[in-house]
């Protein structure tokens, strides 16, 4: 496991490897898929620990179809009236699917517990009772994974700067998120606490270190591959088949579909000008 504060992994080097890693990330889904398994994958840690752009990579290359991301809103007034664990046991993954929990039921461990949504009395019996949820999941056959993404204090403001700063970012960011800031040691404590009472055997925790993102997402999901014991799987022999004679059928003319303006075409122009300035220049 890497420091921080050391060099950070180099693009060119992060993008082979993963490109390495989705492969097998897809052999993995084939397998689940085969084998009829069902994988659960918790990604928790502080704002901004990178866990959204861990899921991303992890499946951008699956089937949506086989895996899928829950990002489970606040809950409504009658879900708060259930079980807690219920409305995430409805999202669990049945035979041949993978489910991604960007952020999971630790939410009452975690932004609950040092926000004040939940009584003392809640959260102590959330710690009392998620060993044995756990315990029964993976008893009843499922494959589950916790990973805890762990980042400094003053990477985590940087990153939230860059937020406030780019517009194709600044949703990311809330109130709640900056208020993390100042009560960044009430965290550490309700994560330390979270650790000692759900860190079991049978679901440990899996703590990544992120201030490097690129060197935690390969780190997460090399892990992730290397503790699930997937396998080949024989996929049918699929080939092109030839194309058809044409039969003389003519389709409408063009002219008679509305098509979408050709706005690349204006960003095109100035490339050819500017070669035709090089070339002669």
Not at 62 to 90: D, S
Not at 142 to 165: A, G, M, N, P, T
Request: proline share 7%.
């Amino acid at each position: 496991m890497g420091e921080r504060g050391s060099g950070r992994l180099p693009r060119a080097r992060y993008k082979q490897e993963l490109r390495r890693l989705q492969i097998e990330l897809v052999r993995l889904q084939e397998w689940v898929r085969a084998e009829g398994r069902r994988l659960v994958v918790v990604f928790e840690g502080r704002d901004a620990a990178g866990k959204g752009g861990a899921i991303k990579r992890v499946t951008e290359s699956l089937n949506p179809r086989i895996a899928r991301v829950v990002a489970l809103p606040v809950p409504t007034e009658r879900e708060r009236t259930q079980w807690y664990f219920q409305r995430y046991a409805a999202q669990l993954p049945a035979a041949g699917e993978i489910v991604l929990f960007d952020r999971s039921w630790y939410n009452r461990a975690g932004v609950e517990r040092v926000m004040g949504f939940c009584t003392e009395e809640e959260h102590q019996r959330f710690l009392r009772q998620c060993p044995v949820f756990e315990r029964m999941l993976v008893e009843d056959g499922i494959l589950l994974r916790k990973y805890w993404f762990s980042v400094s204090d003053s990477e985590q403001e940087r990153r939230f700067r860059r937020r406030l700063s780019d517009p194709t970012r600044r949703w990311k960011i809330s109130a709640m998120d900056l208020e993390s800031i100042t009560r960044w040691e009430a965290y550490s404590q309700a994560k330390d606490e979270m650790f000692a009472r759900t860190d079991i055997p049978a679901a440990p925790w899996y703590v990544v270190e992120a201030d490097d993102k690129r060197a935690a997402r390969i780190n997460m999901i090399a892990h992730l591959l290397s503790t699930v014991p997937y396998g080949d799987v024989r996929l049918p022999d699929l080939r092109l088949p030839p194309r058809p004679a044409p039969t003389g059928y003519e389709r409408p003319p063009r002219q008679l579909q509305t098509y979408v303006p050709d706005h690349a075409a204006s960003l095109r122009a100035p490339d050819r000008e500017t070669r035709g300035e090089r070339a002669h220049g």
